[in-house]
């Protein structure tokens, strides 16, 4: 790492260092005393400089650029190959706008600023994640952008979920592959990959069960599911029973369609019918509410949606479940 300048000043009695380098502006409190600070000389104020990027010579400093740090990311992690496209793609995007400037020197307020804006809303869990992974890996002690608790707000995906009437409009109104497609979705909550790699062999209509084990990715691949607790076995539904059955077949995939042309027809049946658009995985939070604010166990409906624990689906459905609920009832009578 070349150090380009170094300059000091003094805020509340402590020696500042101010310093341009490759890796970009580093301003930090020395933690000397001003008294301290006039006896060091140009090479103790470089290494301080050095040490601030937690190398003790200019050799050991490590340039951690949002480019370096994703290519660390990807090799420690086990990444499916579409995710680590989408990485790739994110960090060419971040490095558009932060150049090769250390994470260590672009401050938090420059983050946030960046992420308020629409473009960049979609990189906060990103950011977050490749952050907390420098510090766990490399102790950088860098802020993260944004708390790692996600909320409605922060969601991924805009939730929408459909009514029960409006499930009914779309199921009534659609056939082929788009039928199938909105029926499993609605009546198990599986991910849109899952769906699409559903086969037959994966339905037992004797036990009424649904094997969830591998997903399909945007260019058609077959992998596993997203988590480890995405492999699943799942409730075989009544009205879904009844659909499958009668469409049946020895083998091969449940539906044929490429994703693309799956949502093309879903936006025409939704225009078509006068409804909102929203996402397609909105079959999915469809499932959840419906199941939720129908009474259904939020044990049960985390398990049929594969979620990591039971604080994920209360994190992002706690609204849709029912809260008048009398409690304790057996207590009524205890003191009479």
Known sequence: MTIKTINTYVRGGKLYIDSYTEYGRARFSSGLSVEQGRKLSKEALQNLVYAYFR??????????????????YIQAKSLKDQTIRDYKSMVNCLSKVFGSKDIRVISTE???????????ARFKN????????????YNLGVK??????ITQTESKRKMMPFSLDEIKI???????????????????????????????????FEFDKIQITKSRQQNGKITTPKT??????????PPLKEILQKRAQTSGYIIKSKKDNIISEYKKLLELKGLEYRNTYNTRHSFATLMLTRGEEPLWVCAMMGHASLQVTYTHYTKYIPQKQARAQFLNDFLK
């Open 228 to 237: 480890s607790n995405s492999k699943r076995s799942i409730d075989l539904l």
């Open 144 to 149: 993260k952008v944004i708390s790692t608790n």
């Open 126 to 137: 990103y950011i977050n994640r490749l952050i907390n992974f420098a510090n766990d890996n």
């Open 110 to 120: 420059s983050l946030k600023a960046f992420v308020s804006q629409p473009k960049g």
């Open 170 to 204: 779309l199921l009534d109104s659609s056939s082929g592959d788009l039928y199938l497609y909105l029926a499993i979705g609605f009546f198990t909550g599986a991910r849109s990959g899952e769906i699409l790699a559903l086969e037959w062999s994966d339905i037992d």
């Open 55 to 72: 190398g003790d010579t200019q050799e050991k400093v490590t340039h951690f650029s949002f480019k370096a740090l994703c290519e660390k």
